[in-house]
């Protein structure tokens, strides 16, 4: 009887030094959950390589980082959502710096009219010559930048007639965002300007409350605008990026340097699929809108260059003579 009682303790001795080396067992870390809102229709290239990268994140990730995404504005307008990622209520955002000129005067060096030769040329400037300051700038703003994607070039649509030159703008009631850039360069044109909300753009077209607007051909194509206009110009008067920005707290304390390596490499992936989607379907959507009545012209973009000195110095007068100066060297600097 006793034998078996010295048998039991040993044992249990034995157990209880195995337990007192052994790795403790904690509890899985949670998954972080973010918001990622965004203006683009969900047959827009920046929303199917948005989805993608989502997906890749959480492959990458094993499940540990998921992101929700909100198209189309579902979260607000995109001035508003901006607004509300700066502030924490969203995570994260795909913006339009034009968004927050009201918070950032200087990021709306990007809007400059006929700045950019080429595509390019305006990928060469944000994303290298460009990058530090625009990283820097979005930082100031209260923003985290994380890669860029694209809307593309502005083009203008109207129901009144071909676009071949700067005099045939002249006159027309051009429907623009509240954007200083936009509406300095067709006042330049000689056009009179109409700030019109975009959800309110379809119904003042079909009204004829104003004879045109302005947008990336995607988006005039989502949009449909063009069911009320007859012609449309690839005018290229604005290049229009939109970029992947999250909230400075919720980047740094809700995600941990392997996580928000992971989304900067998906993102950058990313937004170079989109851009490569935006040009490519950009010559379909010509196309099908053709198909439906619409005249496309090509106009030579130079006269209207020509044109921009009024816009030039409205701008240069917003924006100081050093953030003018500093962006024309680094535009100049991409076009090497």
Do not use: C
Request: avoid cysteine.
């Amino acid at each position: 009887m006793t034998h078996k009682i010295q048998i039991s303790r040993r044992i249990v001795l034995q157990a209880g030094a195995a337990a007192a080396f052994a790795p403790a067992i904690l509890p899985a870390r949670a998954a972080v959950e973010l918001r990622l809102t965004h203006p683009a229709d969900v047959t827009h290239p920046i929303h199917t390589e948005a989805e993608k990268m989502v997906k890749r994140v959480a492959d990458r990730t094993s499940g540990q980082v998921k992101i929700s995404l909100f198209p189309n504005n579902a979260l607000g307008s995109p001035v508003e959502t901006a607004q509300q990622t700066r502030l924490g209520a969203i995570d994260m955002i795909l913006m339009n710096p034009a968004n927050i000129e009201a918070i950032s005067k200087n990021i709306g060096v990007i809007n400059i009219p006929y700045q950019f030769d080429s595509y390019e040329h305006a990928h060469r400037t944000l994303d290298v010559t460009a990058r530090d300051w625009i990283s820097q700038t979005l930082a100031t703003a209260g923003f985290t930048w994380i890669a860029n994607f694209e809307w593309g070039f502005r083009a203008l649509s109207n129901s009144r007639k071909p676009v071949l030159t700067p005099a045939d703008v002249q006159g027309m009631k051009i429907r623009v965002p509240p954007e200083l850039a936009i509406k300095a360069a067709f006042e330049a044109l000689g056009a009179n300007t109409q700030t019109v909300a975009f959800q309110e753009v379809y119904l003042a077209l079909a009204n004829k409350t104003v004879d045109g607007q302005d947008n990336p051909i995607g988006t005039t194509f989502a949009a449909k605008f063009f069911e009320v206009q007859s012609h449309i110009a690839l005018t290229k008067h604005i290049y229009a990026p939109i970029m992947l920005a999250a909230n400075p707290r919720a980047w740094q304390n809700k995600l941990d340097g392997a996580q928000r390596r992971i989304i900067t490499e998906e993102a950058v992936v990313a937004g170079a699929a989109a851009r490569k989607g935006v040009r490519d379907r950009e010559e379909e959507y010509l196309t099908a809108m053709q198909k439906t009545g619409v005249a496309i012209t090509r106009p030579d973009v130079a006269p209207f260059r020509a044109k921009m000195t009024p816009a030039y110095e409205v701008l240069r007068k917003s924006l100081g003579d050093d953030t003018w100066n500093a962006w024309s060297r680094m535009v100049t600097a991409a076009r090497a």
